[in-house]
């Protein structure tokens, strides 16, 4: 084993440019361009301020709004956080969608204790977005921030993330999510590496080039004319990104503030995570491919160059990279036999340089989070997530592709499933 | 130092609220030397000059020669009796005032089945006498006949200079009620009590007067102004007979509906109240403390106090008595801590904060604004789009038309549902899912959310059997505390010999030691045994100690107490002797009676 494992580092050691292209085609056309995009993103972050994040006068005013579905232990813990901000909130209003626990009770309380403005409880769940939308239509703040119930504020979010709003062409902002749980186990360290990655930093890139196309569901802020124009959340699954991808289509500019913390729990099981992540992918092939088909579509009145580069983003580096590892694995073993082991692993060598080294990066324009203690998981997170999370991306795409299983999702209730679009 | 003078200091402490005595004219006529003296001392003590005859001849000469503020004249007296010398007096005067008669006797029975054997008399004492009762009753009659020479100055000035008032009472005076001939003794509203006012039988009748049957409240009356009843000693043991049928639970006997076949249930009620009264220790009678008051009360009526709705009172209830209802509450409450009362819940309700009314207005209410200007929306729920709003921004005529995606909503439960509402306030536009509840103040306007009212709970009271038993055995029952010698309680014998005692102590230092024997067990052996068995024992016990002393010492039955008055020797060397004879005297008795005694010596009279 070993004598064969220095032959073959041996055998990587010789290889010229253009062979270590034929071995390693996927890592470069899949990978690689992610992480020059990133180098390039960081580079100019460097000498790039946030417009108008230290400016101090009130915008307008704003409402958070918070819909919940059972969350009576988490529901007071995110209110109080609201009112510990620097800039607390003009307004809040919770709506408890269909809640069988005591949530109903809790806002009832709430309400008397004045935290809270107006309280409203469903007998029946209706789905985040209609909750939402019953929200939206009581607000009457200028800026409307929607949160997510288990999650916590840094004490400055609220006023950072309504400062790109001063921007009259700016229709919704997203927020900087971070995980809470991150030294929970090595599911939630490698999902706080990869948070750290695709949004702190990943989506820092994505607002240099205009390119931020989901503003995240549990923390993002909206003007509420916007908002209202594109008429509030559409029924079902992803509806933070279907209502950004709105949001773009009606000509309206979606940022991302970084400096505008939140915390949330993310799952601790690979059970757990793999169903959130099936979800996800299966919302968003649903929603790119399907509802926002016209987005792609050269002769659509809407079409946009803006919108092609996200589009094909997602389509090379996440369907793309996606479907095509496994066939890259078979070529390997098929044309190289035993060989194909030492080069998948001198590709996973690269990789995890290359993932340190964005992680590095990523910690840099993310100064307030202490990165240090997930640096050792890195390694970890890399071959986590080129192996498992590659293949689990996969089958939930194969799986709405074939069997549109976003349709019989849990996370929307039955009869909504029945008849939307 | 005199025992008498020490005498007076106790009686001054319990005639509480009355100003210091005058000096008045007393005849006393007894034929006892021994009752002679000590009622002599005792009235000069409290500043009465007192003139004595020893039989009803004397008496009747110096009746006819002098003029007396007051008269006690013994019913059993030499040559004439008591009733025949009030008698001979009355007949003689026609017109002219008499002195207050009071009768003193041993057989009250033979006094009343005379004939007029009462009415002859202004006031009946029955022996043993009470001293601290003598020199009240003596005091209180006094002032009678001074108002009531007063009252026929007043009669024989000119007409014109009457005040309006005295017109306003002669006129509701005159018109009589057919309840006044039925026999009875009865005091009325207006007439006899009034707002601050008393009439000379009411005074009468506040002394404890067993003649009198009853309270007539014959025009509207509130129920604060019945006050003036409870804060005159006795009185408030008489029962409320209602003509006006205004007064309900409140009054003991409803008049206004009356008919002439119903008057025996009258009489019942009377002769109900009269014999509780009878029954009545007279601690509780003549307490000025409210709270003893009630217990008396609650006694004599033999009822709970019942608390019962009653809008036109402040708190929401009254109870079955003519006092408001925040001092019954009050006064029970602190009753109950005492144990003599014990309660029943009977409701809670809100308080007003700022002006204790529990008159509050219940209002369904805006959160924000207070508002009871509330509208309930239902929203409703198109599953297409997940609009979610108010069901009026759907409304399209008779269709149902989504807002947001204009598609229309046909099918309920396949293209929409209900999901809930919410109250939406019309003055403020605030909604929530639950209105507020919040309470108006009825009386002063204070608003108040439902969750910060302070609630108070009514309740019902019943007499404990603590509460019973201080309502027949007085103050001797509560407490060692309460135990403290009075003299009030002493036999008249024991108080002559305790005199002539402080004066041997005064010239010769000879110490002298009294014993106080009373009995703890006394009401658990009466209940199990009867008062007869109680009795018996309790002769027998204080003989034996009478056996055991000897000639050396005076031994006296008193009402609830026993006494020894031991010469001699003083307090702290007689507890130790007599510790003994108490174990040895308690040793051949049939059941335990719980005797304990107190000593004491010359220094606690001084």
Redesign the interface.
């Known amino acids: 084993m070993w004598e064969s494992a220095s032959d073959g580092l041996t055998y990587l050691l010789s290889q010229s440019g253009e062979s270590l292209f034929r071995l390693f085609w996927f890592v470069i056309v899949f990978e690689f361009p992610r992480y020059t995009l990133s180098f390039l993103s960081v580079a100019a972050i460097a000498g790039y301020t946030a417009p108008g994040s230290r400016r101090s006068s009130p915008l307008g005013t704003v409402t958070a709004v918070i819909a919940g579905h059972n969350e009576e232990d988490s529901i007071e813990r995110c209110v109080l956080s609201l009112h510990e901000q620097s800039c607390p909130p003009d307004e809040i209003i919770v709506v ?1 969608d ?1 809640s069988t626990d005591r949530m ?1 009770q809790k ?2 309380e709430l ?2 204790r004045g935290l809270i ?11 985040k ?3 939402v ?2 929200a939206l ?2 607000a009457t703040g200028d800026f409307v921030v929607n949160v997510d119930c288990d999650c916590t504020f840094d004490r400055h979010a609220l006023k950072n993330i309504i400062a790109p709003l001063a921007d009259p062409r700016v229709g919704a902002v997203s927020g900087n999510i971070l995980v809470r749980n991150a030294r929970d186990n090595l599911i939630t360290a490698f999902q706080g590496i990869e948070y750290l990655i695709t949004i702190s930093q990943g989506k820092q890139a994505a607002d240099l080039t205009d390119q931020v196309s989901c503003v995240s569901g549990a923390f993002g802020a909206f003007r509420r004319k916007a908002w209202e124009g594109v ?6 699954g992803g ?1 933070d990104l279907d209502v950004t991808l709105s949001l773009r289509k009606a000509g309206w500019k979606t940022v991302f503030a970084p400096n505008a913390l939140c915390y949330t729990d993310v799952p601790d099981t690979l059970a757990a995570l793999v169903r959130q992540r099936f979800r996800w992918e299966r919302d968003a092939v649903r929603l790119r491919y399907r509802k926002h088909r016209d987005m792609l579509d050269p002769f659509s009145p809407r079409f946009s160059w803006q919108e092609v580069l996200h589009e094909f983003d997602f389509l090379i580096f996440n369907i793309g990279a996606a479907i095509i590892f496994p066939i890259y694995i078979l070529w390997l073993f098929t044309t190289y036999g035993d060989l194909a082991l030492i080069i998948l692993m001198g590709a996973q060598a690269g990789m995890m340089v290359l993932d340190s080294a964005t992680f590095a990066l990523s910690a840099l324009v993310t100064p307030r989070v202490n990165a240090l203690r997930l640096a050792p998981y890195v390694p970890g997170y890399s071959l986590f997530n080129g192996f498992v999370m590659r293949f689990v991306r996969l089958g939930a795409y194969l799986e709405e592709w074939i069997l549109e299983a976003s349709y019989g999702d849990t996370y929307v ?1 039955q ?2 499933h ?4 | 130092m005199s025992v008498v003078r020490s005498f007076n200091v106790a009686s001054n402490a319990h005639a509480t609220g009355k100003r210091p005595a005058l000096g008045r004219r007393v005849l006393v006529a007894e034929d006892s030397p021994i009752t002679q003296d000590l009622l002599k001392l005792l009235l000069n003590q409290r500043g009465h000059e007192v003139d004595v005859a020893a039989d009803g001849e004397q008496a009747l000469a110096a009746l006819r020669q002098q003029r007396y503020d007051v008269a006690l004249l013994d019913f059993h007296l030499p040559k004439l009796d008591g009733l025949q010398v009030a008698t001979i007096i009355r007949s003689e005067a026609g017109e002219h005032p008499v002195p207050r008669l009071i009768a003193i006797t041993a057989d009250m029975e033979g006094l009343l089945s005379q004939p007029k054997g009462g009415e002859t008399f202004d006031q009946l004492l029955p022996k043993p006498l009470d001293i601290y009762d003598v020199a009240q009753v003596v005091e209180d009659q006094a002032e009678i006949a001074a108002w009531e020479a007063e009252a026929r100055e007043t009669e024989a000035a000119p007409e014109p200079t009457a005040p309006q008032r005295v017109h306003a009472l002669e006129s509701a005076r005159d018109r009589r009620s057919h309840f006044e001939d039925l026999g009875y003794n009865f005091l009325t509203w207006p007439g006899d009590i009034d707002l601050g006012h008393l009439s000379a039988r009411a005074m009468q009748a506040s002394l404890g007067d067993p003649r009198f049957d009853g309270i007539l409240i014959k025009t509207a009356v509130a129920i604060e102004d019945l006050s003036s009843i409870w804060n005159e000693k006795a009185l408030y043991l008489l029962p409320i007979i209602d003509l006006t049928g205004k007064l309900g639970h409140i009054a003991d006997f409803d008049g206004s509906r009356l008919t002439a076949l119903e008057s025996n249930q009258l009489d019942e009620v009377l002769r109900r109240f009269q014999d509780r009264r009878a029954h009545l220790h007279r601690d509780l009678q003549f307490s000025s403390d409210a709270a003893e008051k009630l217990v008396g009360r609650m006694f004599v009526t033999n009822k709970p106090l019942t608390p019962r709705y009653d809008p036109s009172s402040k708190w929401l209830v009254s109870y079955d008595v003519a006092l408001d209802a925040a001092v019954v509450a009050r006064e029970a409450e602190s009753l109950c801590e005492r144990g003599l009362l014990r309660h029943e819940f009977y409701d809670r309700f809100h308080v007003c904060p700022r002006c204790d009314s529990l008159r509050l207005h219940v209002r369904e209410e805006c959160a924000q604004c207070h508002s009871s200007n509330l509208e309930e929306q239902q929203y409703l729920h198109h599953f297409r789009c997940a609009y979610q709003g108010p069901e009026e921004n759907f409304r399209r005529g008779d269709r149902l038309v989504c807002p947001k995606c204009r598609y229309e909503l046909t099918h309920f439960g396949f293209d929409y549902d209900r999901p809930g509402s919410m109250v939406v306030c019309d003055a403020c536009g605030h909604a929530a899912s639950d209105p507020a509840v919040g309470f108006m103040c009825v009386d002063c306007g204070t608003h108040v959310d439902g969750d910060v009212a302070s609630v108070r709970d009514v309740y019902a009271y019943f007499l404990t059997e603590q509460g019973t038993g201080f309502a027949e055995l007085g103050h001797s029952l509560l407490g060692t505390a309460s135990r403290a010698l009075r003299f009030a309680d002493l036999p008249l014998e024991l108080v002559v010999a305790l005199n002539a005692a402080a004066k041997k102590y005064n010239d010769l230092q000879q110490p002298f030691t009294l014993i106080n024997i009373y009995y703890q067990n006394e009401r658990e052996v009466v209940a199990e045994q009867g008062a007869r068995a109680f009795g018996k024992v309790r002769d027998l016990f204080v003989e034996n100690i009478r056996a055991a002393l000897g000639d050396g010492a005076l031994v006296v039955k008193g009402q609830s107490r026993d006494f020894a008055l031991l010469q001699g020797v003083g307090p702290s060397q007689a507890k130790g002797e007599f510790d003994l004879v108490m174990v040895q005297a308690a040793n051949s008795l049939r059941f335990d009676i719980g005797a304990s005694f107190q000593a004491f010596g010359p220094e606690d009279f001084a």
């Open positions: 408890s269909g109903p806002l009832r309400q008397d403005k107006e309280g409203h409880c469903t007998q029946v769940r209706s789905g977005s209609a909750a939308n019953l239509a009581r008429g509030g959340l559409d029924a079902g509806e209730p009869k909504v029945r008849v939307r679009r």
